[in-house]
Nanobody
Framework: QLQLVESGGGLVQPGGSLRLSCAVS????????IGWFRQAPGKEREGVSCISGSDDSTYYADSVKGRFTISRDSAKNTVYLQMNSLKPEDTAIYYC????????????????????WGQGAQVTVSS
């Protein structure tokens, strides 16, 4: 069983930055990846970025490529999402999630393959 807890959300002006944290605790036989997802009001949850559970490989959605950076501090069991050049359309609840099966066989943002989820953190980009 894994537990994931997000923190670091808030209100920021367009063009600003925020860093989200995802603290991971518990045990699992295998960790394929930790991913970040977001859900805006009235929209489906979409993948933002993910990082491999075994190395530093990363993957980004086209909408955030070049603006967001995912990273990991293994000593703290924490995954970060640095968000720069934020836009109003980045406003959403951001969730971190864990893929502990690895059925896809590569880094991906298929939310149905992520079995453990945090409670979410609100990010609002507005002037």
């Amino acid at each position: 069983q894994l537990q994931l807890v997000e923190s670091g959300g808030g209100l920021v002006q367009p063009g600003g930055s925020l860093r989200l944290s995802c603290a991971v605790s518990g045990r699992t036989l295998h960790l394929e990846a930790i991913g970040w997802f977001r859900q805006a009001p009235g929209k489906e949850r979409e993948g933002v970025s993910c990082i491999s559970g075994s190395d530093d490989s990363t993957y980004y959605a086209d909408s955030v490529k070049g603006r967001f950076t995912i990273s990991r501090d293994s000593a703290k069991n924490t995954v970060y999402l640095q968000m720069n050049s934020l836009k109003p359309e980045d406003t959403a609840i951001y969730y971190c999630a864990a893929d502990t099966i690895g059925r896809v066989g590569r880094l991906h943002l298929d939310r149905y393959e992520y079995g453990y989820w945090g409670q979410g953190a609100q990010v609002t980009v507005s002037s």
